[in-house]
T-cell receptor
Framework: KAGVTQTPRYLIKTRGQQVTLSCSPISGHRSVSWYQQTPGQGLQFLFEYFSETQRNKGNFPGRFSGRQFSNSRSEMNVSTLELGDSALYLC???????????FGQGTRLTVV | AQTVTQSQPEMSVQEAETVTLSCTYDTSESDYYLFWYKQPPSRQMILVIRQEAYKQQNATENRFSVNFQKAAKSFSLKISDSQLGDAAMYFCAYRSAGYGGSQGNLIFGKGTKLSVKP
């Protein structure tokens, strides 16, 4: 059974650009959550999607957005990149009514 | 708002010995889940163990066990017979039971870096 797949694994972008990250959940998992991990702030919740609907959102500016497709794959987008957006972005998927989530290997975003 | 605190930024243990990582949390909810995740240098977060708050019995997974003290809001992780492969960052996390609401909103502590000495 394939795990949670995040692409790309590494990304370097210039300040002011935008970026799109992708997450394919485990087959059958309909809930996808995104987290940002930085040395200073630790792991912070970005948003959660279930059946193509955003179910919950963390405290991040509107430059951070996401969506989920009918096959449960999810994308997150960050517009007008800032240096502080450099982080490891982790995606996790959960079964419907599941308790534990399974994480992908993350996308390391560097903004220069 | 719920918070999770890990007071030990770094810990060290000798191979084959036992180590305990501490975690405290703050919540006004009565139903929730607690987790310990391991993040090795490969970066992937791996679930080590979970505890349902309504269960009084402490969870155990092979060499890993927890000491869940609901009244004290404490959730420590004990690793027995430590192995070199246990070296990693360990994160304590909290999630509301969320009936009808969010299921994926984990609140993490800052982490404890565990080193294992051969």
């Amino acid at each position: 059974k394939a795990g949670v797949t995040q692409t790309p694994r590494y990304l370097i972008k210039t300040r002011g650009q935008q970026v799109t990250l992708s997450c394919s959940p485990i087959s059958g998992h309909r809930s996808v959550s995104w987290y940002q991990q930085t040395p200073g702030q630790g792991l912070q919740f970005l948003f959660e999607y279930f059946s193509e609907t955003q179910r919950n959102k963390g405290n991040f500016p509107g430059r951070f957005s996401g969506r989920q497709f009918s096959n449960s794959r999810s994308e997150m987008n960050v517009s007008t990149l800032e240096l502080g957006d450099s982080a490891l972005y982790l995606c996790a998927s959960t079964q419907t009514e599941g308790i534990s989530c399974v994480f992908g290997q993350g996308t390391r975003l560097t903004v220069v | 708002a719920q918070t999770v605190t890990q007071s030990q930024p770094e810990m060290s243990v000798q191979e084959a010995e036992t180590v305990t990582l501490s975690c405290t949390y703050d919540t006004s909810e009565s139903d929730y889940y607690l987790f310990w995740y391991k993040q090795p240098p490969s970066r992937q977060m791996i679930l080590v163990i979970r505890q349902e708050a309504y269960k009084q019995q402490n969870a155990t997974e092979n060499r890993f066990s927890v000491n869940f003290q609901k009244a004290a809001k404490s959730f420590s992780l004990k690793i027995s017979d430590s192995q070199l492969g246990d070296a990693a960052m360990y994160f304590c996390a909290y999630r509301s039971a969320g009936y009808g609401g969010s299921q994926g909103n984990l609140i993490f502590g800052k982490g404890t870096k565990l080193s294992v000495k051969p």
